[in-house]
């Protein structure tokens, strides 16, 4: 008699078969992003998805409701946009950094040129856009940042090198205020830093100066060597070189200022991560921050009080005053709703939420139109509005490389700088291991991007 | 003709009929019960399966094809590069000094984590009062996310503003660098054996697994207390220590949060940890998410993998004659019992 089939499924099977499974469920979202959904049923709301720091109910509803779209808000994360961009299903608005994020992400083609949208557009006109938009124009002929087609637009900016300082220190330490006119130049500046500077049994209890981003040394380094008239990367920015005379200068400037020990430094981070907290605690007299400081600043009467506001320190020349930030939004290459993407940008940067930014001092408006709207009733606001105002004619984008992120490049010199400031490692054989290190990052990155 | 006959002789035996019928209640019974058996095992075993295959075969897998390219995720020119990335994770002395670092720090908190928490349970089996209220607080910073944890530390060890330094402020004593080297290690050495609720809470579990009359026994023979644990206690209590310290081993040779405690945790922030910190996982966080080399990074982790599953080989084998189980573990993993059987 011939045995019936078994007619339940085997272990072996069974592990087959979810295998199969196991591979389609992972395989679905890529054959889904494929496909586009456009915008819904007709009359339905379309939905827009945009990657951002986390907003609150009420703002999202507030949005919806004005804008009359769905908002799917994704938190910024950027191995998830990575993973998102990676498997073509990116969002359609995406927070950004103009001066770091648009050089590698355009080189690699993953921004829409938003050119045409601008040309069209009634409330972002490119004649009222701010200089500091140019930050998001990327030329991937010449593969040059600060021209080219636009890639996304700031909300606001700063001019990142300009510095705030606490008058009442000053006074106690019986030193002049430095001028709203005229730059300082960084020694004079590292200069006051130490003598303000106040130490306790090895600790320091007043920062004297806190000279840029701790963990992201290489602006402050460009920066300077552009004030000392060189240029920290080459021309075809494939390559870097701390050896220049200029590069060399400013590398020596922040080692100076690390040994100083007389403010965060990659020697000895702050543990808050930015300048506020030990500035309103009484324990710092010069922040070097842009225009936005003075939007934490201005919400606090006592320390606005004893506040000012002054142009960026030169270590040369040639006066630069650059912007390493211009957060705002752009556009993927591959977003489904380029045109939903727009309406919102024409809402956020154009209506008047952008209005109602621009008079909080948390940024100088990326809309030129919008420069009136800057708070200039209180003294505190008038003296910082000023200075800022001389400050423009000298802003500039300082390019960075597309073939590898700027946080690659802090990461090597985070990694180099601390041993040698403590072993007191001369500036040149510093530079000479920051080029290898660089140089090989990016001829990895320039391979890949051909 | 009567039915019967129509039937055939078969038909008059109701039983023998029924046996023969491949379709009849009879025949199915065995395969009924084999078959339930069967539904249950991929009830309960499928979803877990089918994650398995999911969320970590399927990455596995990329991960590992990823590992022969130069891909950094979103450049179009990414290409096949063989072993060279591998050969990179064995050449590059960074890369062989994160490794190393790796090693020694395993080396010293796996041990130090297993004795402080084997402390603490001796300790908290005594008949004292408020156990319960000791046991919670000492099991506390188990249940702090490592996060938290570190962030706690981060301001406790501030050089200008931690509490640290203060406490050395009022004995006049300069301040230190805590979390900057030669010091960071030890922070984080602290930070780790502080989260030692755990070995604890599973240590006690054994200790009072352990009968009672054998502790009594040696005690009226004359034995001193040092002489229980270490002739009674500590065997009996052996499989627990040794599935704790292989346990420990895999998850401190992959520690990667706690080494954050001095930094902004970003891809840029990673990148300041103090150099005695920059274990293996810093390494691959730094290169995914700060150099974008995703081919690389992948052969880092799989590299890691290799090594975990080495230590671990070795452990176990190191382990003979010293771990004492009151079942023989080879006769029980000869003859599974499953549900049903008699």
Redesign the interface.
């Given at each position: 008699m011939p045995v019936?089939p078994r007619s339940?499924?085997?272990?072996r099977r069974?592990?087959t078969a979810?295998?199969g499974?196991?591979?389609t469920?992972?395989a679905l979202p890529g054959c889904a992003s494929s496909v586009d959904s456009g915008g819904g049923a007709k009359g339905a709301k379309e939905t827009l998805t945009i990657m951002d720091v986390a907003w609150e109910k009420k703002d999202k509803q507030k949005a919806e409701q004005e804008l009359g779209m769905n908002l799917n808000i994704v938190t910024y994360d950027?191995?998830k946009l990575?993973?998102m961009?990676?498997g073509n299903n990116p969002p359609d608005v995406v927070r950004g950094i103009g001066a770091t994020d648009v050089p590698y992400?355009a080189a690699?083609?993953?921004m829409a040129d938003l050119d045409t949208y601008f040309a069209k557009s009634d409330v972002l006109k490119p004649s009222d856009l701010a200089a500091a938009n140019d930050v998001w124009r990327y030329d991937s002929e010449t593969r040059k940042q600060g021209t080219g087609p636009r890639y996304g637009m700031a909300k606001d900016y700063s001019q990142d090198c300009m510095f705030w300082y606490r008058t009442d220190m000053f006074e106690a330490a019986g030193l002049e205020l430095p001028s709203d006119t005229e730059p300082l130049s960084c020694d004079e500046w590292l200069d006051l830093g130490k003598r303000l500077v106040k130490r306790?049994?090895?600790?320091?209890?007043v920062?004297g100066l806190s000279a840029g981003p701790?963990?992201?040394p290489l602006t402050t380094i460009m920066w300077m060597t552009a004030s000392a008239g060189g240029s920290l990367f080459a021309e075809d920015l494939a390559t870097v070189d701390f050896s220049s005379p200029e590069a060399l200068k400013a590398l020596q400037w922040y080692l100076d200022y690390a040994k100083a020990d007389i403010g965060p430094s990659?020697?000895?981070?702050n543990?808050d991560?930015w300048d506020w907290p030990t500035y309103q605690a009484n324990?710092m007299a010069m922040a070097n921050d842009g225009y936005w400081f003075g939007g934490t600043i201005g919400g606090d009467a006592k320390i606005a009080e004893v506040s000012r506001f002054a142009p960026a320190p030169q270590l040369g020349s040639n006066r630069v005053s650059p912007c390493f930030g211009g957060t705002g939004y752009w556009v993927p290459k591959g977003a489904k709703n380029k045109d939903t993407a727009w309406k919102y940008f024409e809402w956020y940067f154009g209506g008047k939420l952008a209005q109602d930014r621009a008079t909080t001092g948390w940024g100088i408006p990326s809309l030129k139109s919008l420069v009136p709207k800057m708070p200039q009733d209180t003294a505190f606001h008038k003296q910082s509005y000023e200075v800022q105002q001389r400050e423009l004619p000298h802003f500039s984008v300082l390019p960075v490389s597309p073939y590898?992120?700027?946080?690659?490049l802090?990461?090597?010199?985070?990694?180099v700088l601390?041993?040698a400031v403590k072993s007191g490692t001369a500036a040149g054989k510093i530079a000479d291991a920051l080029n290898s290190r660089i140089n090989d990052?990016l001829a990895?990155?320039k391979?890949?991007?051909? | 003709m009567s039915t019967d006959q129509l039937a055939g002789p078969d038909a008059r035996s109701p039983m023998r009929a029924a046996l023969a019928r491949p379709g009849s209640r009879r025949s199915r019974r065995p395969r009924s019960l084999r078959a339930r058996r069967t539904g249950a095992f991929y009830v309960f075993a499928g979803p877990w399966l089918l994650g398995f295959l999911a969320m970590t075969v399927f990455p596995l897998g990329y991960a590992l094809w990823l590992s022969f390219t130069n891909s950094d995720g979103l450049s179009p020119n990414a290409r096949f590069v063989g072993l060279s990335n591998y050969r990179e994770v064995f050449t590059d002395p960074e890369t062989l000094a994160s490794l190393g670092r790796t090693g020694l720090f395993t080396v010293i908190t796996v041990p130090l984590t297993i004795a402080a928490g084997l402390l603490l349970a001796v300790l908290l089996n005594q008949p004292i009062r408020a156990r319960g209220v000791f046991r919670t607080l000492v099991y506390l910073p188990a249940v702090v996310p490592p996060v938290g944890s570190a962030l706690v530390f981060k301001l406790i060890f501030d050089r200008d503003s931690g509490s640290a330094n203060g406490l050395l402020d009022l004995f006049g004593v300069n301040g230190l660098s805590w979390l900057a080297d030669p010091y960071a290690r030890w922070v984080l050495i602290t930070l780790t054996v502080w989260g030692c609720g755990n070995v604890m809470i599973i240590s006690l579990a054994g200790l009072q697994d352990i009968p009672a009359e054998l502790l009594d026994a040696a005690r009226m023979d004359g034995a001193s207390w040092w002489q229980s644990f270490t002739r009674i206690t500590l065997p009996l209590l052996s499989p627990v220590l040794f599935f704790q310290l292989i346990t420990q081993i895999i998850a401190t040779l992959q520690s990667f949060l706690p080494l954050l405690i001095s930094v902004d945790p970003t891809p840029k922030g990673v990148g300041a940890v103090p150099e005695s910190n920059q274990l293996i996982m810093i390494d691959v966080f730094t290169q995914y998410f700060s150099n974008g080399r995703y081919g690389y990074a992948s052969a880092l982790l799989w590299v890691l993998f290799a090594f975990v599953m080495a230590v671990t080989f070795v452990v176990f084998k190191l382990s003979r004659g010293v771990v004492f189980y009151s079942v023989d573990p080879e006769q029980t993993q000869n003859k599974p019992r499953t549900i049903g059987d008699s």
């Open positions: 019936a339940s499924l085997d272990r069974f592990l979810s295998a499974a196991a591979f469920a992972a950027v191995t990575n993973a961009l990676a992400f690699r083609g993953l306790r049994l090895g600790k320091v209890k920062y701790v963990v992201a990659v020697v000895n981070p543990p991560g324990r590898a992120q700027v946080d690659a802090n990461v090597v010199l985070t990694k601390p041993d990052q990895r990155g391979e890949l991007v051909g | -």
